[in-house]
Protein backbone atom coordinates (compact mmCIF):
# COMPACT_ATOMS: atom_id res chain seq x y z
CA UNK A 1 0.00 0.00 0.00
CA UNK A 2 1.62 3.61 -0.77
CA UNK A 3 1.62 6.57 1.25
CA UNK A 4 -1.25 8.71 -0.41
CA UNK A 5 -3.47 5.19 -0.30
CA UNK A 6 -2.42 4.80 3.82
CA UNK A 7 -2.86 8.50 4.34
CA UNK A 8 -6.78 8.38 2.63
CA UNK A 9 -7.93 5.61 4.40
CA UNK A 10 -6.51 7.05 7.95
CA UNK A 11 -8.24 10.07 7.07
CA UNK A 12 -11.46 8.69 6.15
CA UNK A 13 -11.34 6.71 9.50
CA UNK A 14 -10.46 9.93 11.18
CA UNK A 15 -13.67 11.62 9.94
CA UNK A 16 -15.77 8.29 10.77
CA UNK A 17 -14.70 8.42 14.45
CA UNK A 18 -15.45 11.74 14.09
CA UNK A 19 -18.94 11.64 13.41
CA UNK A 20 -19.54 8.54 15.35
CA UNK A 21 -18.44 10.69 18.67
CA UNK A 22 -21.50 12.70 18.62
CA UNK A 23 -24.30 12.85 20.73
CA UNK A 24 -26.64 12.35 17.48
CA UNK A 25 -24.74 9.27 16.73
CA UNK A 26 -24.42 7.56 19.96
CA UNK A 27 -27.14 5.07 20.39
CA UNK A 28 -26.57 4.98 24.37
CA UNK A 29 -26.96 8.77 24.56
CA UNK A 30 -30.52 9.68 26.23
CA UNK A 31 -32.27 13.05 24.27
CA UNK A 32 -33.11 15.76 27.31
CA UNK A 33 -35.75 18.13 25.33
CA UNK A 34 -35.99 21.95 26.74
CA UNK A 35 -38.90 24.38 25.78
CA UNK A 36 -39.04 27.89 26.30
CA UNK A 37 -42.42 29.66 24.86
CA UNK A 38 -43.77 32.89 25.65
CA UNK A 39 -47.04 32.23 25.67
CA UNK A 40 -48.62 35.54 24.84
CA UNK A 41 -50.98 36.78 28.10
CA UNK A 42 -52.33 33.74 29.49
CA UNK A 43 -54.28 35.44 32.11
CA UNK A 44 -57.23 33.75 33.45
CA UNK A 45 -60.72 35.82 33.67
CA UNK A 46 -60.90 36.65 37.46
CA UNK A 47 -60.28 39.99 38.49
CA UNK A 48 -57.16 40.73 40.77
CA UNK A 49 -57.16 43.72 42.25
CA UNK A 50 -53.50 44.36 42.93
CA UNK A 51 -52.86 43.85 39.54
CA UNK A 52 -53.42 45.72 36.37
CA UNK A 53 -55.24 42.67 34.67
CA UNK A 54 -58.60 44.49 33.69
CA UNK A 55 -58.08 43.70 29.94
CA UNK A 56 -58.52 40.20 30.36
CA UNK A 57 -61.40 40.01 31.80
CA UNK A 58 -65.33 39.54 30.68
CA UNK A 59 -65.85 42.94 30.57
CA UNK A 60 -62.18 44.44 29.69
CA UNK A 61 -61.58 45.42 26.52
CA UNK A 62 -60.75 42.30 25.13
CA UNK A 63 -63.48 40.71 26.11
CA UNK A 64 -61.65 37.81 27.52
CA UNK A 65 -63.69 34.92 28.36
CA UNK A 66 -63.73 31.58 29.76
CA UNK A 67 -64.33 30.07 26.30
CA UNK A 68 -61.01 31.92 24.88
CA UNK A 69 -59.14 31.08 27.92
CA UNK A 70 -59.54 27.18 27.72
CA UNK A 71 -58.54 27.52 24.20
CA UNK A 72 -55.61 29.42 25.11
CA UNK A 73 -54.85 26.46 27.14
CA UNK A 74 -54.93 23.66 24.65
CA UNK A 75 -52.65 25.72 21.92
CA UNK A 76 -50.53 25.70 24.65
CA UNK A 77 -50.55 22.00 25.16
CA UNK A 78 -50.55 21.50 21.59
CA UNK A 79 -47.46 23.26 21.34
CA UNK A 80 -45.84 21.31 24.35
CA UNK A 81 -47.17 17.86 22.65
CA UNK A 82 -45.61 18.84 19.09
CA UNK A 83 -42.28 20.03 20.74
CA UNK A 84 -40.93 16.82 21.46
CA UNK A 85 -42.61 14.72 19.47
CA UNK A 86 -42.93 10.85 21.37
CA UNK A 87 -40.09 12.95 23.91
CA UNK A 88 -41.95 15.34 25.37
CA UNK A 89 -39.99 18.44 27.26
CA UNK A 90 -38.24 17.35 30.72
CA UNK A 91 -38.14 21.21 31.55
CA UNK A 92 -40.35 24.04 29.76
CA UNK A 93 -39.38 27.54 30.62
CA UNK A 94 -43.30 29.77 30.09
CA UNK A 95 -42.81 33.83 30.38
CA UNK A 96 -46.53 35.82 30.32
CA UNK A 97 -48.03 33.70 32.44
CA UNK A 98 -50.62 35.41 35.26
CA UNK A 99 -50.43 33.14 38.34
CA UNK A 100 -50.30 29.70 39.71
CA UNK A 101 -53.59 28.43 39.01
CA UNK A 102 -53.89 29.36 34.86
CA UNK A 103 -50.45 26.91 34.97
CA UNK A 104 -52.43 24.01 37.36
CA UNK A 105 -55.15 24.72 34.49
CA UNK A 106 -52.32 24.12 32.30
CA UNK A 107 -51.12 20.91 33.61
CA UNK A 108 -54.28 19.30 34.64
CA UNK A 109 -57.05 20.34 32.41
CA UNK A 110 -55.28 19.40 29.28
CA UNK A 111 -53.62 16.33 27.56
CA UNK A 112 -50.57 16.98 29.58
CA UNK A 113 -52.42 15.68 32.66
CA UNK A 114 -50.70 12.43 32.14
CA UNK A 115 -47.49 13.60 31.87
CA UNK A 116 -46.58 14.41 35.60
CA UNK A 117 -45.38 18.10 35.20
CA UNK A 118 -44.92 19.83 37.79
CA UNK A 119 -44.57 23.72 38.88
CA UNK A 120 -42.19 26.40 40.02
CA UNK A 121 -43.51 29.44 39.92
CA UNK A 122 -43.32 33.01 41.88
CA UNK A 123 -45.20 35.88 41.85
CA UNK A 124 -43.20 39.08 41.12
CA UNK A 125 -43.42 42.99 41.39
CA UNK A 126 -44.98 43.41 37.51
CA UNK A 127 -47.44 45.70 37.21
CA UNK A 128 -49.35 44.04 34.87
CA UNK A 129 -49.38 40.53 36.85
CA UNK A 130 -47.01 38.26 34.34
CA UNK A 131 -44.64 36.46 35.43
CA UNK A 132 -41.69 33.67 34.27
CA UNK A 133 -42.47 29.84 35.60
CA UNK A 134 -40.92 26.76 34.78
CA UNK A 135 -42.22 22.89 34.84
CA UNK A 136 -40.55 19.95 34.92
CA UNK A 137 -41.41 16.41 34.74
CA UNK A 138 -41.13 15.11 38.44
CA UNK A 139 -40.09 11.34 36.85
CA UNK A 140 -37.28 13.26 35.28
CA UNK A 141 -35.83 16.48 37.08
CA UNK A 142 -35.88 16.57 40.81
CA UNK A 143 -36.02 20.79 42.08
CA UNK A 144 -33.11 20.91 45.12
CA UNK A 145 -33.38 24.49 44.87
CA UNK A 146 -35.44 27.58 43.31
CA UNK A 147 -35.87 31.49 43.85
CA UNK A 148 -37.13 34.71 42.14
CA UNK A 149 -34.40 36.97 41.50
CA UNK A 150 -35.33 40.40 41.49
CA UNK A 151 -33.89 42.87 39.22
CA UNK A 152 -33.37 46.49 41.40
CA UNK A 153 -34.57 49.76 39.59
CA UNK A 154 -34.77 53.24 41.03
CA UNK A 155 -37.77 53.20 42.97
CA UNK A 156 -39.72 55.83 40.10
CA UNK A 157 -39.22 53.33 37.33
CA UNK A 158 -41.99 50.66 36.76
CA UNK A 159 -40.84 46.93 38.19
CA UNK A 160 -40.19 44.21 36.06
CA UNK A 161 -40.31 39.97 36.39
CA UNK A 162 -38.23 38.64 38.54
CA UNK A 163 -35.43 36.20 36.93
CA UNK A 164 -36.91 32.79 37.51
CA UNK A 165 -33.77 30.70 38.91
CA UNK A 166 -33.95 26.72 39.69
CA UNK A 167 -30.93 24.09 40.62
CA UNK A 168 -31.78 20.30 40.81
CA UNK A 169 -30.74 17.21 39.57
CA UNK A 170 -31.45 15.17 35.99
CA UNK A 171 -32.13 11.49 36.51
CA UNK A 172 -30.91 11.72 40.11
CA UNK A 173 -27.14 12.41 39.12
CA UNK A 174 -26.94 15.03 37.14
CA UNK A 175 -26.66 18.75 38.48
CA UNK A 176 -28.26 21.61 36.23
CA UNK A 177 -28.87 25.53 37.06
CA UNK A 178 -32.00 26.72 34.92
CA UNK A 179 -32.75 30.03 34.43
CA UNK A 180 -36.00 31.72 32.58
CA UNK A 181 -35.86 35.24 32.08
CA UNK A 182 -38.52 38.13 30.27
CA UNK A 183 -36.07 40.88 30.41
CA UNK A 184 -38.03 44.31 29.95
CA UNK A 185 -39.73 45.07 26.78
CA UNK A 186 -38.99 48.11 24.14
CA UNK A 187 -42.46 49.84 24.73
CA UNK A 188 -40.99 53.52 25.09
CA UNK A 189 -38.44 53.18 22.68
CA UNK A 190 -35.81 51.02 21.91
CA UNK A 191 -32.67 53.52 23.77
CA UNK A 192 -35.08 54.58 26.43
CA UNK A 193 -35.56 51.52 27.75
CA UNK A 194 -32.06 49.80 26.84
CA UNK A 195 -30.55 50.37 30.29
CA UNK A 196 -33.29 48.82 32.44
CA UNK A 197 -32.40 45.53 29.86
CA UNK A 198 -28.60 46.36 30.41
CA UNK A 199 -29.46 46.09 34.50
CA UNK A 200 -31.57 42.91 34.10
CA UNK A 201 -28.18 41.03 32.28
CA UNK A 202 -26.08 42.33 35.12
CA UNK A 203 -28.27 40.87 37.52
CA UNK A 204 -28.05 37.92 35.60
CA UNK A 205 -24.20 37.79 34.84
CA UNK A 206 -23.79 38.43 38.77
CA UNK A 207 -25.68 35.25 39.76
CA UNK A 208 -23.94 33.21 37.09
CA UNK A 209 -20.96 34.36 38.08
CA UNK A 210 -21.31 33.41 41.47
CA UNK A 211 -22.47 29.65 40.52
CA UNK A 212 -18.77 29.24 38.02
CA UNK A 213 -16.86 30.92 41.33
CA UNK A 214 -17.92 27.79 42.92
CA UNK A 215 -17.96 25.45 40.00
CA UNK A 216 -16.38 26.46 36.95
CA UNK A 217 -17.67 23.23 35.16
CA UNK A 218 -21.13 24.07 36.60
CA UNK A 219 -23.92 22.62 33.48
CA UNK A 220 -26.14 26.19 33.48
CA UNK A 221 -29.49 26.55 30.94
CA UNK A 222 -30.34 30.57 30.51
CA UNK A 223 -33.34 30.72 28.96
CA UNK A 224 -36.01 33.64 27.90
CA UNK A 225 -37.57 36.35 26.00
CA UNK A 226 -34.56 38.75 26.07
CA UNK A 227 -36.47 41.94 24.44
CA UNK A 228 -33.09 42.22 22.52
CA UNK A 229 -31.74 40.42 19.76
CA UNK A 230 -28.36 38.75 20.06
CA UNK A 231 -25.62 41.23 19.29
CA UNK A 232 -27.82 43.78 21.19
CA UNK A 233 -25.98 45.24 24.27
CA UNK A 234 -27.68 43.59 26.55
CA UNK A 235 -26.76 40.26 25.54
CA UNK A 236 -23.41 41.44 24.54
CA UNK A 237 -22.40 42.25 27.98
CA UNK A 238 -24.37 39.28 29.20
CA UNK A 239 -21.93 36.87 27.28
CA UNK A 240 -18.95 38.41 27.78
CA UNK A 241 -18.80 38.96 31.02
CA UNK A 242 -20.11 35.24 32.04
CA UNK A 243 -18.82 33.62 28.80
CA UNK A 244 -21.89 31.74 28.11
CA UNK A 245 -22.60 30.66 24.81
CA UNK A 246 -25.55 32.17 23.18
CA UNK A 247 -27.08 29.35 20.84
CA UNK A 248 -29.40 31.95 19.22
CA UNK A 249 -26.34 33.04 16.82
CA UNK A 250 -26.92 29.70 15.02
CA UNK A 251 -30.96 28.86 14.72
CA UNK A 252 -32.59 26.35 12.63
CA UNK A 253 -36.06 26.73 11.75
CA UNK A 254 -38.26 24.43 10.40
CA UNK A 255 -40.28 27.04 8.09
CA UNK A 256 -37.16 29.21 7.25
CA UNK A 257 -39.02 31.62 9.61
CA UNK A 258 -36.01 34.46 10.42
CA UNK A 259 -36.49 35.05 13.45
CA UNK A 260 -39.06 34.10 16.91
CA UNK A 261 -41.38 37.20 16.51
CA UNK A 262 -41.74 39.66 13.72
CA UNK A 263 -43.01 43.39 13.34
CA UNK A 264 -43.99 44.45 10.45
CA UNK A 265 -41.18 43.99 8.10
CA UNK A 266 -38.28 43.31 10.55
CA UNK A 267 -37.79 39.53 11.94
CA UNK A 268 -36.49 39.76 15.76
CA UNK A 269 -34.79 36.44 17.43
CA UNK A 270 -35.44 37.45 21.17
CA UNK A 271 -36.01 34.29 22.23
CA UNK A 272 -33.04 32.58 23.00
CA UNK A 273 -30.98 30.25 24.68
CA UNK A 274 -27.47 30.29 26.53
CA UNK A 275 -25.43 27.21 27.76
CA UNK A 276 -22.15 27.27 29.86
CA UNK A 277 -18.93 26.72 28.06
CA UNK A 278 -18.92 23.24 29.94
CA UNK A 279 -22.34 21.94 27.60
CA UNK A 280 -19.99 22.07 24.86
CA UNK A 281 -17.30 19.56 25.88
CA UNK A 282 -18.04 16.34 24.23
CA UNK A 283 -16.05 14.32 26.56
CA UNK A 284 -18.56 15.18 29.47
CA UNK A 285 -21.38 13.04 30.03
CA UNK A 286 -23.98 15.48 29.38
CA UNK A 287 -23.45 18.16 26.24
CA UNK A 288 -26.04 20.76 24.65
CA UNK A 289 -26.67 20.43 20.84
CA UNK A 290 -25.22 22.96 18.98
CA UNK A 291 -27.98 24.64 17.75
CA UNK A 292 -31.27 26.12 19.12
CA UNK A 293 -33.80 25.30 17.40
CA UNK A 294 -37.29 27.84 16.66
CA UNK A 295 -40.43 25.61 16.69
CA UNK A 296 -42.29 27.43 13.49
CA UNK A 297 -45.08 24.70 13.23
CA UNK A 298 -47.14 25.49 9.84
CA UNK A 299 -50.22 25.52 12.16
CA UNK A 300 -48.37 28.45 14.12
CA UNK A 301 -48.19 30.50 11.01
CA UNK A 302 -49.71 32.50 9.03
CA UNK A 303 -49.47 34.49 5.91
CA UNK A 304 -48.54 38.27 6.52
CA UNK A 305 -50.93 39.87 3.51
CA UNK A 306 -49.75 43.61 5.16
CA UNK A 307 -45.74 42.57 5.07
CA UNK A 308 -45.50 39.69 2.91
CA UNK A 309 -44.44 36.36 3.52
CA UNK A 310 -45.53 34.84 7.03
CA UNK A 311 -45.78 35.81 10.75
CA UNK A 312 -46.46 34.16 14.26
CA UNK A 313 -50.26 33.23 14.21
CA UNK A 314 -51.14 35.13 17.30
CA UNK A 315 -54.08 35.73 19.84
CA UNK A 316 -54.90 39.08 19.65
CA UNK A 317 -54.24 41.91 16.68
CA UNK A 318 -54.56 44.79 19.05
CA UNK A 319 -57.90 44.42 20.66
CA UNK A 320 -59.14 41.97 18.35
CA UNK A 321 -59.16 38.10 19.09
CA UNK A 322 -57.56 36.39 16.37
CA UNK A 323 -57.77 33.05 17.75
CA UNK A 324 -54.09 32.21 17.44
CA UNK A 325 -51.22 30.85 19.38
CA UNK A 326 -48.49 33.37 20.38
CA UNK A 327 -47.09 36.93 19.03
CA UNK A 328 -43.69 34.44 19.56
CA UNK A 329 -42.56 31.38 18.42
CA UNK A 330 -41.73 28.69 20.86
CA UNK A 331 -37.66 27.76 21.15
CA UNK A 332 -36.40 24.08 21.97
CA UNK A 333 -32.62 22.71 22.83
CA UNK A 334 -31.96 19.29 22.90
CA UNK A 335 -29.33 17.93 25.67
CA UNK A 336 -27.44 14.63 24.79
CA UNK A 337 -27.18 12.52 28.56
CA UNK A 338 -24.71 9.64 27.75
CA UNK A 339 -24.89 6.52 30.24
Known amino acids: MNKTNLCLILTLITIYSSLHSQPKSDSSA ?3 GILFYNVENLFDTYN ?3 KQDEEFLPDGLRHWSYG ?24 IGLCE ?15 LSNLSYHIIHYESDDQRGIDCALLYRANQFIPLES ?11 RPTRDILYTYGLYKETIPLHLFVCHFPSRYGGIMETNLKRIQAAQTLSDTINSILIDDKLSNIVVMGDFNDNPMDSSMNYLTETTKL ?14 GTLKHQFEWNTFDQFLISPNLT ?30 KPFRTYIGYKYHKGYSDHFPIWLTLYVKE
Do not use: M, R, W
Open 30 to 32: EEL
Open 281 to 310: DSTKQIIACENQNILDFDFLLEDDKKYTGS
Open 245 to 258: INLANYPISINKSQ
Open 68 to 91: KYETKLQHISQVIYESGKFNPPAI
Open 97 to 111: IENNSVLKDLIFKTG
Open 147 to 157: KAIKIHYDKND
Open 48 to 50: DTI
